[in-house]
């Protein structure tokens, strides 16, 4: 989506009478007016309604009275109100008006021009993952938005669902030290989704954030050293890589150490060690730690 593309009226179908004013239902009769299923537009309509529940504080209605006046459907466009009542929205951490709050100040529609803000709100935005917003900051660098981006290709979460993107989004992030993306980048290589499978290329990105210190790395380098995938079969060295994450109180790791311990597979066989660590994920509430305790009898 372009950036000085705003987003428009979010419309819901649901009939109310006019004489009931609470702001939702209000709402609803607003949205009727704007025209859907068959409904005559009547956007003067429209107004009337968003603006008795915008003023009392309807966040959806804010928004839409906000889109209204932006585009000068049934009333004479403004901008200047566009941007009061986006803001009215954005304040109540409505992700779209959020979005057109950042293009009316990136662009002075309505607004001193103030690139500043219009990164705020769009940060505002991109931090709920309103897809428009997370791309614009994508786009333009920001490593957290391109890794929020990749999560949401690999969802099809306001995007299309697209591996190979999500793999494009993450490798940008990964390059910039992002520690999650490095993370997601090596579990995408192992799994083969969005590209061809390679465990090499899965251990290079995993070890990578790894050595930040991020436990999910340390974990998953940790399986590929104890599967011999990507590198030579190594107990000892995934339990290196395991104990590093359980001693950050990462509970799939210390439940993988207890196995470890448990089977005397990279460290001597010991039931208490093995209870010790099956007992820390337990206390977390990782399930399979509170069925390996009791395979233990203990």
């Known amino acids: 989506m372009d950036h000085d593309q705003l987003e428009g009226l979010v419309v819901q179908f649901k009939i109310a009478p006019p004489?009931?004013?609470?702001?939702?239902?209000?709402?609803?009769?607003?949205?009727?007016?704007?025209?859907?299923?068959?409904?005559?537009?009547i956007p003067a309509e429209a107004v009337k309604w968003f603006t008795l529940a915008a003023e009392q504080g309807n966040a959806s209605a804010q928004h839409n009275l906000g889109t209204l006046y932006a585009e000068g459907r049934g009333v004479e466009k403004d901008e200047a109100l566009a941007a009061k009542w986006f803001e009215r929205a954005a304040e109540q951490g409505y992700d779209k008006s959020q979005y057109?709050?950042?293009i009316l100040y990136m662009d002075g529609r309505g607004v001193e021009k103030d690139e500043g803000k219009a990164l705020e709100w769009y940060r505002k935005a991109a931090d709920?993952?309103?897809a428009p917003a997370v791309t614009f900051l994508a786009e333009r660098g920001l490593s957290s938005a391109q890794y929020n981006l990749g999560?949401?290709?690999?969802?099809?979460?306001?995007?299309?669902?697209?591996?190979?993107?999500?793999?494009?989004?993450?490798?940008?992030?990964a390059e910039q030290e992002h520690a999650n993306a490095q993370a997601n980048l090596g579990?995408?290589?192992?799994?083969?989704?969005?590209v061809p499978m390679n465990y090499e290329e899965a251990v290079k990105w995993f070890g990578r954030a790894a050595d930040q210190g991020y436990a999910l790395a340390q974990t998953n380098?940790?399986?590929m050293y104890a599967k011999g995938q990507g590198v030579p079969q190594s107990f000892e060295e995934a339990v290196a890589w395991y104990r590093k994450a359980a001693d950050q109180g990462y509970a799939q790791a210390q439940h993988i150490m207890g196995t470890m311990y448990a089977k005397g597979q990279g460290v001597p066989q010991s039931d208490e060690q093995a209870l010790k660590w099956f007992m820390k994920a337990a206390e977390q509430g990782y399930e399979p730690a509170t069925r390996a305790i009791k395979l233990l009898g203990r």
């Not at 579990?187 to 969005?194: N, S």
């Open 19 to 41: 004489q009931q004013i609470e702001p939702p239902v209000q709402f609803r009769q607003a949205d009727l007016s704007v025209g859907c299923q068959g409904v005559p537009q």
């Open 128 to 130: 709920q993952l309103y």
């Open 221 to 223: 380098l940790g399986l």
């Open 100 to 102: 057109n709050l950042g």
């Open 151 to 173: 999560l949401l290709y690999t969802r099809g979460e306001g995007v299309p669902l697209d591996p190979a993107e999500a793999v494009k989004w993450f490798y940008k992030a």
């Open 187 to 194: 579990a995408m290589y192992a799994k083969g989704q969005g």
